[in-house]
């Protein structure tokens, strides 16, 4: 964890992360109070206040209507008003009850309506009195439309304050649709982010791998790789019964291409080289790249005799080929030594040191030219480099 936090990759997908949560939390905590009010339904609220609106002009038409009944029944009209403006004020009252979280001030309506509704009761005993004492019907009807007024006033108000409250709801859910496709957007970001960081990092640890196993300048694989294939093969071979063939690769001459030719000239030279040896040995060998101008081609089941074979080939190649964008003298050549041994019974140390000796040899016989050095016949024990192979493969030595 500390090393993905440590790639630019997973840094950058941490911070995605948090800034993700972090705002998903704000979001996420916006959008439960704002869907609160955004679902709540007042339509009742509505037809309450729309209903006990009309109950005023209702009473007005009634006394205009009635003032030539007789007292008693303009009385009755005011006790009519009086249950049904109390039965509205209860409705009113319930539904602001209920949508509590709507009205910013519900003690100030509440104020009002006790005040109303006390209003009213006073009222109906006003309109108690005025069944017997007919005189008392006209401060009656005065008393009851002084009411009504206060009442449409007090409607008119609510009326207002629900439509504020609806242009609020228009605005959460403009807000709640936005709040929502952003949320969206960074969830297809974070998602797309973590991918790429994913990618990124895969590709760095693929990276890593290739440099740890290959030599950077002619792209082969290095001395540690070889080693690791080296001691697998010797194993392999000692459960087969097998041989297991070992080349070293030496350029001639090659710190005089440096001198002459200079060392970036050097470098390409190797590079070719190495293609060369590359395209020339099976894909079943190994071929690495282990110290200046020095290669070494590891051959699981091969014999001294195909592996010379191999070997002069390569020499004879390499010695033929002209090196394309350099121009130099004489073609490069190569000396090898081989070295094999039978049923894995060498490490790859001891299998390198005959390898070495055996180039050695082809270096002090004159150069490009390969020479092979086998251990003593198993199951002899191994008592140091000593059995020089008659194998010669190349041109004669110089006399
Ligand atoms: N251009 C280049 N030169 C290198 C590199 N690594 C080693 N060398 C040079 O290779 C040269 C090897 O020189 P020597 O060990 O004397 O071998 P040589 O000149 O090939 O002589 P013999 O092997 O005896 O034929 C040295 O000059 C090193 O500096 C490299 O990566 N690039």
Redesign the pocket.
């Given at each position: 964890m500390r090393r993905f936090l440590h790639q630019p990759g997973g840094r950058l997908a941490s911070i995605f992360a948090a800034l993700f949560f972090v705002l998903s939390a704000v979001i996420g905590s916006y959008v439960y109070s704002a869907c609160q009010k955004a679902s709540a339904d007042y339509t009742t609220l509505i037809s309450d206040i729309v209903l006990a609106q009309q109950a005023t002009p209702q009473l007005r038409d009634a006394l205009e209507e009635g003032s030539r009944l007789p007292s008693s029944e303009q009385v009755e009209y005011i006790d009519y008003f009086i249950s049904r403006s109390k039965q509205h004020l209860n409705n009113i009252k319930g539904s602001i009850e209920r949508h509590r979280y709507l009205l910013s001030d519900v003690e100030y309506l509440n104020h009002h309506f006790s005040e109303l509704n006390n209003r009213l009761s006073d009222l109906h005993q006003q309109a108690q009195k005025a069944q017997q004492r007919p005189e008392l019907i006209d401060p009656l009807q005065r008393a009851a439309m002084e009411i009504g007024g206060a009442q449409s006033w007090l409607y008119n108000q609510l009326l207002d304050d629900v439509r504020a409250i609806s242009i609020q709801q228009r605005l959460i859910m403009q807000r709640l649709s936005i709040a929502v496709s952003v949320l969206l957007v960074l969830m297809v970001s974070a998602a797309i982010t973590l991918c790429l960081a994913v990618i990124y990092l895969h590709r760095q640890r693929n990276v890593m791998h290739q440099l740890m196993l290959t030599d950077e300048?002619t792209g082969l694989y290095n001395r540690r790789h070889l080693v690791n294939i080296a001691s697998a093969a010797l194993t392999q071979a000692q459960r087969d019964h097998g041989s297991l063939s070992l080349m070293l690769l030496?350029?001639?001459?090659?710190?005089?291409i440096?001198d002459t030719y200079g060392?970036p000239t050097?470098?390409e030279v190797?590079r070719q080289v190495s293609k060369q040896l590359r395209k020339l040995s099976r894909p079943s060998d190994t071929l690495a790249r282990i110290g200046?101008?020095e290669f070494c081609l590891l051959m699981p089941n091969t014999n001294t005799h195909d592996a010379l074979q191999v070997a002069d080939r390569l020499r004879r190649e390499i010695e033929a080929n002209t090196l394309s964008g350099i121009d130099l003298l004489a073609n490069p050549t190569i000396s090898i030594g081989v070295t094999t041994c039978h049923g894995g019974s060498l490490t790859f140390e001891q299998l390198y040191s005959f390898a070495d000796k055996a180039l050695y040899q082809a270096?002090a016989l004159g150069?490009n030219r390969a020479e092979s050095l086998l251990p003593p016949a198993e199951p002899t024990p191994y008592k140091g480099p000593h059995t020089y192979a008659h194998t010669f493969i190349g041109e004669p030595m110089d006399s």
């Amino acid at each position: 964890m500390r090393r993905f936090l440590h790639q630019p990759g997973g840094r950058l997908a941490s911070i995605f992360a948090a800034l993700f949560f972090v705002l998903s939390a704000v979001i996420g905590s916006y959008v439960y109070s704002a869907c609160q009010k955004a679902s709540a339904d007042y339509t009742t609220l509505i037809s309450d206040i729309v209903l006990a609106q009309q109950a005023t002009p209702q009473l007005r038409d009634a006394l205009e209507e009635g003032s030539r009944l007789p007292s008693s029944e303009q009385v009755e009209y005011i006790d009519y008003f009086i249950s049904r403006s109390k039965q509205h004020l209860n409705n009113i009252k319930g539904s602001i009850e209920r949508h509590r979280y709507l009205l910013s001030d519900v003690e100030y309506l509440n104020h009002h309506f006790s005040e109303l509704n006390n209003r009213l009761s006073d009222l109906h005993q006003q309109a108690q009195k005025a069944q017997q004492r007919p005189e008392l019907i006209d401060p009656l009807q005065r008393a009851a439309m002084e009411i009504g007024g206060a009442q449409s006033w007090l409607y008119n108000q609510l009326l207002d304050d629900v439509r504020a409250i609806s242009i609020q709801q228009r605005l959460i859910m403009q807000r709640l649709s936005i709040a929502v496709s952003v949320l969206l957007v960074l969830m297809v970001s974070a998602a797309i982010t973590l991918c790429l960081a994913v990618i990124y990092l895969h590709r760095q640890r693929n990276v890593m791998h290739q440099l740890m196993l290959t030599d950077e300048l002619t792209g082969l694989y290095n001395r540690r790789h070889l080693v690791n294939i080296a001691s697998a093969a010797l194993t392999q071979a000692q459960r087969d019964h097998g041989s297991l063939s070992l080349m070293l690769l030496d350029l001639d001459h090659f710190k005089n291409i440096n001198d002459t030719y200079g060392h970036p000239t050097g470098d390409e030279v190797l590079r070719q080289v190495s293609k060369q040896l590359r395209k020339l040995s099976r894909p079943s060998d190994t071929l690495a790249r282990i110290g200046g101008e020095e290669f070494c081609l590891l051959m699981p089941n091969t014999n001294t005799h195909d592996a010379l074979q191999v070997a002069d080939r390569l020499r004879r190649e390499i010695e033929a080929n002209t090196l394309s964008g350099i121009d130099l003298l004489a073609n490069p050549t190569i000396s090898i030594g081989v070295t094999t041994c039978h049923g894995g019974s060498l490490t790859f140390e001891q299998l390198y040191s005959f390898a070495d000796k055996a180039l050695y040899q082809a270096k002090a016989l004159g150069r490009n030219r390969a020479e092979s050095l086998l251990p003593p016949a198993e199951p002899t024990p191994y008592k140091g480099p000593h059995t020089y192979a008659h194998t010669f493969i190349g041109e004669p030595m110089d006399s």
